[in-house]
């Protein structure tokens, strides 16, 4: 089975600065799909950035661009230039890209503070 | 065009009754999934549906939790003779399935089920 993890329950971040989420992923597979998920005090999930296992090349989408490892299995986001908007809880997620299973494998989620 | 809608927003309900959840997928969307959000446990995968293809019910913590899909469309989550741990934010996502292009799920505002 595969899992997600998650190491920072909390991180903090000055409005206009950089900062970077960690992930990690144990995985036998090779083929697979990765992604960063938002979710603000609405509970509304917002997909933020995917990435193939297959490309080496990292996603990026405006001011959110991911570290892929896939040797490491280590996923990271990183927000550049912080805006209040930002503040929620991000997830990690992993899907299989192959079989049957098509469920999103969860980490357990980053608290991300904006600080004006 | 419009997103994952789920209902009720909000349900509380004494221990031992029933309840039920109701997801409006996307529309065009084949495959719809149900995750759980709860504190002790994070994001759970519950149930998955694509098409008219036999449900992946590996997700239900027990026999009280059913769903069923009706049309192809809107999806009915039921949960028998409830318990507190049963509190939680039950979560739905859509998405076009194995056979389109785009797997990313797209998830409705969930509802917070609270078992008192």
């Known amino acids: 089975a595969q899992t997600v993890t998650q190491s920072q329950p909390e991180m903090s971040v000055q409005e206009a600065e950089t900062v970077t989420l960690s992930c990690t992923y144990d995985t036998s597979e090779s083929d697979y799909y990765l992604f960063w998920y938002k979710q603000p005090p609405s509970r509304q999930m917002i997909l933020v950035i995917r990435q193939e296992a297959y490309k080496q090349q990292n996603a990026t989408e405006n001011r959110f661009s991911v570290n892929f490892q896939k040797a490491a299995k280590s996923f990271s986001l990183k927000i550049s230039d912080s805006q209040l908007g930002d503040a929620a809880m991000y997830f990690c997620a992993y899907r299989s890209a192959g079989g049957s299973a098509r469920q999103l494998t969860f980490g357990s989620g980053t608290q991300l503070t904006v600080l004006p | 065009g419009a997103g994952v809608s789920q209902s009720p927003s909000n349900k509380v309900t004494e221990k031992g009754k029933d309840v039920e959840l109701r997801c409006d997928p996307i529309?065009?969307?084949?495959?719809l999934y149900w995750y759980r959000q709860s504190l002790g446990q994070g994001l759970e995968f519950l149930i998955y549906?694509?098409?008219?293809?036999?449900?992946?019910k590996s997700g239900l913590p027990s026999d009280r939790f059913s769903a069923e899909r009706t049309g192809g469309s809107v999806s009915t989550l039921t949960i028998q003779r409830t318990q507190q741990e049963d509190s939680a934010v039950y979560l739905c996502a859509s998405s076009l399935g194995p056979s389109g292009g785009a797997y990313e799920q797209y998830f409705g505002p969930g509802t917070r089920l609270t078992v008192t």
């Open positions: 549906f694509q098409g008219n293809s036999a449900p992946d």
């Open positions: 529309s065009g969307h084949t495959a």
